[in-house]
């Protein structure tokens, strides 16, 4: 008979395992999904195709495919309900992310610039393998290079799921699915440690999933959020393997890899970090047969990667000379990155300039021609409330992690240093292998190039709470709880501002929707307004560029004295929110830069 003191315990357990499993199963349903949506679409294009409604059908009943699969896993009892129930949070996602994409404008500068240009090229039957846009199609000289030589991932969702609809917005949903998987892989990894509640699990796998850098381009075209999600899945993955070596998990590892190429460039350099780290812990640990299984998922998944990306690593090369066109290679534009670092920086090495971003008030300056020196800061310390506004924007350069996350880092080092030996080994090795994943990258200050530094303190709080000693529990519970305040101001600060920011924004399409005439637009670089503007329900002609008719921030002006209207679209660096002043005696409607 079992004994009345294990029976809760049983309890626990038996709820630990199913909330892992439906975890594991919404995660995969969602993973499957953009890896199926991308992996047909590379198949389209080298099939001399375009981009067309095929991908996501494909990617839906992928993922369809594989809830039963993933929840029949080791326990065939009660599997339909899990399955239900995984059905019902997959369908509640994607209904969520839908609706907040359709609602939210993207109006950040790169969006608007060559993201969403992307996906209207894609959608609109461009074949990226057959050859690159050309000054006809896209007659920007700053957007035609980010178009044709970028890894486009992202993109290639986005446009799978605008050629179902008629707004370009819906493409965004894909950035709130991925966090909702990343959030899910960490819980099941978490889930695998008896020594952390489920409840602190859930608490310490959204705190992982809402990385800043996440949150401030959910509504935007940017991929860094994409990237971020998906390191963190390919986190989670590569612990269960190592915890349990499930071949299932190397499998999941193998799919993350090859999206995290296809997302971004940099990811070619952080994922072999994260493999080659998993392989070296499995090695250490005489576990040679896991350790082959993970080299082959890792080569795996870069083949797969490759072959999704073919364009533009294979047509950077052959075109341009180099796979990291437009930023390498004999045909590069030279890129100076010195202009976009605040202007301490550029005397600092890059440690220097990781320590003094993760240090320093967030900011977002931009005067005079350059960004504004960083400013130290104690961990912890409430800086003036106005610098919150900083995380509306996607690209926060200094402090882009946060306002607490320097403070929660201090704690973290604490906690681990009241660590038990074999927890903080563990942890120390985690972060080594996080930080040598940033420190490759020249410009690792910034927060949306490496955003899996974010995972540091969290990784030493988990060790911390695994370990036995109640001063290391509660160390890792004050920083748990700076985590989630650092959270929750990022995600208020972003939200209060799209609020404003989509408010003015609907009124001025409405303004202009009742113009009696077309309305002549000259678009500049960002043509990708056009779709807005079409949308919307504007009348518009575009003409040729004609100079700025206004200065200030990004602006639409109506023009004195035409026969109808004639419009400016631009974009301009700054931090400035408000309206330039309307022309005397005419109305003016303003576009507000991200």
Partial sequence: MQDQGDQPQSRD???????????????????????????????LFALRLGLNRIPLIVGLVSALGILPLVCRLDDGTRWFRRTVLSLLILVAICAGSAIMSLLVYDQTYDGQLYHQETVIQLARGWNPLRGDLDVRAVPSDEARPHINGLARGAEVAAAAVYVWS??????????????????FAALAALLSFEAISIARAILISLILALNPVSICQTFSFYVDGQLAA?????????????????????????????????????????????????????????????????????????????????????????????????????????????????????????????FRSIAS??????????????????????????????????????????????????????????????????????????????????ECWWARFCPQLYAMPTVLVIAATISPSKAAGRAALAATVVLWLNALFVAGSYIVAQVHWNGALRRQLAELRGSPRPILIDFSDFRSHRVRLSEAGVKFLEVPPAGALVSGPICMSFGAGCLSPTIRVGCSIGPRLAPAEPLRGSPRAVFYRQ
């Fill in 13 to 43: 357990r038996l709820r630990r395992c199913a909330l892992g499993r439906v975890s594991l199963a919404v995660c995969a349903a969602i993973l499957v999904f953009y890896f199926s949506v991308l992996l047909s679409s590379a198949v």
């Fill in 166 to 183: 008629d707004s370009i917005e819906l493409g965004k949903l894909c950035n709130a699915m991925l966090i909702a998987a990343a959030f």
């Fill in 230 to 354: 998906l390191l963190l899945c390919l986190s989670a993955f590569l612990a269960l393997f190592i915890r349990t070596g499930q071949r299932r998990y190397a499998t999941m590892a193998m799919m993350t890899v090859a999206m995290l190429l296809s997302v971004k460039s940099t990811a070619a350099a952080f994922a072999p970090i994260y493999v080659a780290a998993a392989l070296l812990w499995l090695m250490c640990q005489r576990q040679r047969g896991r350790a082959l299984d993970a080299l082959l998922a890792g080569v795996a998944g870069a083949v797969i990667g490759i072959f999704i990306s073919l364009s533009p690593y294979m047509t950077n090369t052959l075109r341009h000379g180099h796979p990291l066109y437009p930023f390498r290679g004999p045909q590069s534009f030279g890129y100076d990155w010195r202009r976009t670092r605040p202007a301490d920086f550029n005397e600092m090495n890059r440690f220097e300039r990781l």
């Fill in 361 to 442: 008030m967030p900011d977002d300056d931009y005067a005079g021609g350059h960004f504004a020196p960083s400013r130290l800061t104690a961990p912890m310390f409430f800086w003036p409330p106005r610098r919150l506004g900083w995380f509306a924007y996607p690209d926060v350069r200094v402090g882009g992690f946060g306002p607490f996350f320097s403070g929660a880092l201090v704690l973290g080092v604490v906690a681990i240093a009241l660590t038990r030996r074999r927890e903080a080994v563990a942890a120390v090795a985690l972060v080594v292998a996080v930080l040598l994943s940033v420190v490759i990258h020249p």
